[in-house]
């Protein structure tokens, strides 16, 4: 299976580039092996600003409501330059399938990050975010935008990869789009995934294709499904939307499997449902059955390739 390269903005310590205060590597198996299926836009915001490395280390802060961030040892206030940064980087970023960040960290982390109650960071205020990874939430709601640690947990990965991997076959594919036909093609291939996500939104843009009249814009048509995709897949599914979409894909096959076939991948859903497997091990029984009764209207289905397998 092909999949288009997402453009993906990377922490440059996630890289393996010496950019962190105290110089030294950030070595993520998984991060280094996501970015050999990614165009990788690298990013530091700290030494982009001009600190330099090794550097003192910098905090967030909370100040009337403000997220700010200061470098206790130089009583330096560095707010106004790190928002002035991801303000131009982000304006300079033309197209963007999704951002992996550092974790913890006062600029890039998108969790734990330690905030504090004081520019000297001496009273804990609570775990947050940094300041660079809350403008781009802010700017890029339908983007997904992750960080490292958060990646640990396999549901948030596979959420993670499936968005980033759409989002980057949507980005291609939405400029070639020459007919309504295609659409309904791009539409008919994710059917079992956007049914995973959402129903309503699965009926809705199925509804906005069928409403489709040759005097209509074809190009606002397109935009409105793109910004549908987006939305929908931005809902995290939870184990019983899948389990509910597996038991639609099982429906294909249950006529040709026997009894001990069928047992097993129920106590399968089962174990999944209990937390004891990911998501990854029915959907890959699925898939081998999708090939054992060539089944191409499954195989077609992105639900089962949503991402490259060598990133499962
Ligand atoms: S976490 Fe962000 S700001 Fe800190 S070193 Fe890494 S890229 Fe630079």
């Given at each position: 299976?092909?999949?288009?390269?997402p453009?993906?903005?990377?922490?440059?310590?996630?890289?393996?580039?010496?950019?962190?205060?105290?110089?030294?590597?950030?070595?993520?198996?998984?991060?280094?092996?996501?970015?050999?299926?990614?165009?990788?836009?690298t990013?530091?915001?700290?030494?982009?600003?001009?600190?330099?490395?090794?550097?003192?280390?910098?905090i967030?802060?909370?100040?009337?409501?403000?997220?700010?961030?200061?470098?206790?040892?130089?009583?330096?206030?560095?707010?106004?330059?790190?928002?002035?940064?991801?303000?131009?980087?982000?304006?300079?970023?033309?197209?963007?399938?999704?951002?992996?960040?550092?974790?913890k960290?006062?600029?890039?982390?998108?969790?734990?990050?330690?905030?504090?109650?004081?520019?000297?960071?001496?009273f804990?205020?609570?775990?947050g975010?940094?300041?660079?990874?809350?403008?781009?939430?802010?700017?890029?709601?339908?983007?997904?935008?992750?960080?490292?640690?958060?990646?640990?947990?396999?549901?948030?990965?596979?959420h993670?990869?499936?968005?980033?991997?759409?989002?980057?076959?949507?980005?291609?594919?939405?400029?070639?789009?020459?007919?309504?036909?295609?659409?309904?093609?791009?539409?008919r291939?994710?059917?079992?995934?956007?049914?995973?996500?959402?129903?309503?939104?699965?009926?809705?843009?199925?509804?906005?294709?069928?409403?489709?009249?040759?005097?209509?814009?074809?190009?606002?048509?397109?935009?409105?499904?793109?910004?549908?995709?987006?939305?929908?897949?931005?809902?995290?599914?939870?184990?019983?939307?899948?389990?509910?979409?597996?038991?639609?894909?099982?429906?294909?096959?249950?006529?040709?499997?026997?009894?001990?076939?069928?047992?097993?991948?129920?106590?399968?859903l089962?174990?999944?449902?209990?937390?004891?497997?990911?998501?990854?091990?029915?959907?890959?029984?699925?898939?081998?059955?999708?090939?054992?009764?060539?089944?191409?209207?499954?195989?077609?289905?992105?639900?089962l390739?949503?991402?490259?397998?060598?990133l499962?």
């Amino acid at each position: 299976m092909n999949f288009e390269k997402p453009i993906l903005v990377l922490s440059a310590c996630l890289d393996l580039q010496p950019v962190r205060y105290n110089g030294q590597l950030v070595k993520d198996e998984f991060v280094l092996k996501l970015r050999d299926f990614c165009q990788v836009i690298t990013v530091c915001p700290e030494v982009s600003i001009g600190l330099g490395v090794p550097r003192e280390k910098i905090i967030v802060y909370v100040e009337d409501g403000i997220y700010k961030v200061s470098q206790p040892a130089t009583g330096r206030d560095l707010t106004n330059e790190l928002n002035d940064f991801a303000e131009k980087f982000i304006e300079n970023l033309k197209e963007v399938d999704g951002f992996l960040l550092k974790s913890k960290s006062p600029s890039c982390g998108v969790s734990n990050t330690l905030v504090y109650k004081d520019s000297q960071g001496l009273f804990f205020h609570s775990k947050g975010k940094g300041l660079f990874a809350m403008k781009v939430l802010k700017t890029f709601p339908l983007v997904p935008v992750e960080d490292e640690g958060r990646l640990k947990n396999p549901s948030i990965k596979d959420h993670f990869l499936t968005r980033l991997f759409s989002l980057a076959h949507w980005r291609v594919f939405s400029k070639q789009v020459n007919s309504i036909k295609d659409l309904y093609e791009f539409h008919r291939r994710y059917k079992y995934l956007l049914m995973v996500h959402s129903q309503q939104m699965l009926r809705k843009m199925g509804k906005l294709l069928a409403n489709y009249s040759k005097e209509q814009d074809l190009q606002k048509i397109v935009n409105e499904y793109g910004e549908m995709f987006k939305l929908a897949l931005c809902k995290k599914p939870t184990v019983g939307s899948h389990i509910n979409v597996m038991m639609h894909i099982f429906g294909h096959f249950s006529d040709f499997i026997n009894q001990s076939e069928k047992r097993h991948f129920l106590n399968v859903l089962q174990k999944l449902r209990e937390g004891k497997i990911p998501i990854t091990v029915p959907r890959e029984i699925l898939r081998s059955w999708a090939y054992r009764f060539d089944d191409k209207y499954v195989l077609s289905q992105v639900y089962l390739n949503p991402y490259p397998q060598e990133l499962e």
